[in-house]
């Protein structure tokens, strides 16, 4: 159960569940490069991008929007045994190789930029980005000398540079769609509109490079000496590195102040493209050693079982479904001047809803926050499963006794169930949710199932959310509303209220699933209800971050790790020859994710 309302006259979507889970959204920190570590292209004070305000910048407007193309760059399997330093050398030997035909592809796409810019200032600032790459070059020079062989030479191009370099090159020399070429260019302003779009194809490369740069160096030990990669990681989280990445930004806004919105569009366009060329190259490094991500990249379809559990109300959606329920119920209420007929359901009155929906939310509030200072122990113990699930079974008669309420009020009756299916269709679910849920159900010989254990109220409002995304096969374990000729009778089939019936639930699900294979389990969610499908779960991910989910958490001896740098951690002890059975149930360790996006880069890769 969940609802909330603030005294507004109008309804609004917060329910009971704002006690449960203050979820700020979460973002990711910039990414950062290994491409040019030249600190002294400086542009002058004076120019226009010095005063954009940074939210209001191109770079970082576009940086922000394709944020799940960093992450999936981040979660490669070639980034992750980077970072944890258990990458084959001949791997790195080959990405060295393929990165140096980059570079120099990359050197020449700023010379004909320089070219192009038809403003000193600008042609200075990229004439200074191309000198640190020449720098950059130098250094994979070092790399190549101290392995005594010549792996540029040796390693051919493959197909993922190649259509990198191709692009680079292409739009350097004003192969863009709608430009004339440069010899053919009439004016000077279009041939700067060359230099703009050139920037555009090249930005996404520096700032992805200082965002690993940064990511790895947090995860080096302080002490840590014998990373073989550490120089690698060092070059992009320095100063300079990331003073030659926000340059190229600020250049990019420079250069990009008298262009169309049309013409922005294309720069747009350019940068997205750049940033999935960046996957596919970090994906086409050929690996030899097993990874731990994406996980279905271990798993076998023809011996074992992924099992996929989510929980619905903020971990798939932006609004807690209670709060639409609510909403509903108040917005299609009879007015004062309407009459009822005698063959309808008795409804409330639009005042009499609000004013109850108030006073349920607010008891709600109060007795919850009680509740779950109740059942915290005094000092930190000891993770420990038996306790964790006694503890939470005083939550679970809290919830239901306030369930009982919400029925024994009237309020949910005679709702219409088309007005329930539209609220559905229209139910913002988190960014990357579906599209999650999409490739699994989607790709037939994964042997994945997916199941939404919920405590929402109505099934439906689930499934119709869903299956407007084109969603329709999950598992949708949650209440149901009970109907009389499609109207709500105010009664509810009880199936899922409490963490205890969840774990039930889940628990059920794994039995009855066939045990001729192997089981992998996952479980997604957000608050103190799936504390218990967390930790039993092989894998546990926590989206969001919930005060209260935390607390308890913690208090019960769960740990809670950022899952990048689990990650990085379980690929490190993997390297080190650790069993490949290294998820297991009931270790009291739970992985954080702040957006969907992290969780499909590490389940289903790219």
Known sequence: MRLLFSSSPHPIPTLFRLARSHRPVCSSPPPPTWRSSNPMAILPKSSAAAVIPSEERLATRFWIKYRRESVLSLYSPFALCLASGSLK???????????????????????????????????????????????????????????????????????????????????????????????????????????AYTLGAMTPCMRLYAFLGKEFQRLLEPYEHNHPYKKWIENYSSESFQASALQTEDLLDKLSVPLTGEELNIIEKLYHQAMKLEIEFFYSQPLTQPTIAPLTKQHDPEQDHLMIFSDFDLTCTVVDSSAILAEIAIVTAPKPDQNQPASQIARMSFAELRNTWGLLSTQYTEEYEQCIESILPSEK??????????????????????????????????????????????????????????????????????????????????????????????????????????????????????????????????????????????????????????????????????????????????????????????????????????????????????????????????
């Open 381 to 606: 113990v000891e993770f420990n499963y038996e306790t964790l699930h006694k503890a939470l079974e005083q939550l679970s008669d809290f919830e239901k006794r306030a369930n009982s309420r919400v029925i024994e009020s009237g309020v949910l009756k005679g709702l219409n169930l088309e007005d329930i299916k539209r609220a559905g269709q229209r139910l913002i679910l988190q960014d990357g949710c579906i599209s999650f849920f999409q490739k699994i159900t989607k790709n037939k010989s994964l042997n994945a199932n997916i199941h939404v254990l919920s405590y929402c109220w109505c099934g439906d409002l689930i499934r119709t959310a869903f299956s407007s995304g084109g969603v329709d096969v999950l598992n949708i374990h949650a209440n149901e509303f009970n109907y009389e000729e499609s109207i709500s009778t105010g009664e509810i089939v009880w199936k899922v209220q409490s963490p205890i019936d969840k774990i039930q639930a889940f628990n059920d699900i794994l039995q009855d699933c066939s045990n001729e294979r192997k089981k992998l389990s996952v479980y997604i969610g957000d608050s103190v209800g799936d504390l218990l499908c967390l930790v039993k779960a092989d894998i546990g991910i926590v989206i969001g971050s919930s005060s209260s989910l935390r607390k308890v958490g913690s208090q019960y001896g769960v740990s809670f790790v950022p899952l990048f740098p689990g990650l990085v951690k379980k690929q490190k002890e993997f390297g080190e020859g650790a069993s490949p059975c290294i998820w297991k149930g009931q270790s009291g360790i739970l992985y954080t994710a702040s957006s969907w996006d992290d969780i499909h880069a590490f389940i289903l890769g790219w």
């Open 89 to 195: 050398i001949e791997t790195f030997r080959h990405y060295i190789a393929q990165d140096v035909h980059f570079l120099k592809a990359f050197a020449h796409a700023y010379e004909l930029a320089e070219d192009c810019a038809d403003d000193d200032d600008a042609k200075l600032a990229i004439s200074e980005l191309r000198k640190g790459i020449l720098e950059e070059l130098k250094m994979h020079n070092s790399f190549v000398q101290e392995w005594g062989s010549d792996c540029v030479n040796e390693s051919p191009v493959n197909s993922a540079t190649l259509k990198y370099t191709e692009f680079l090159l292409a739009t350097a020399s004003g192969k863009v769609e709608g430009l004339k070429a440069p010899g053919k260019l009439a004016t000077p302003f279009e041939k700067t509109k060359i230099a």
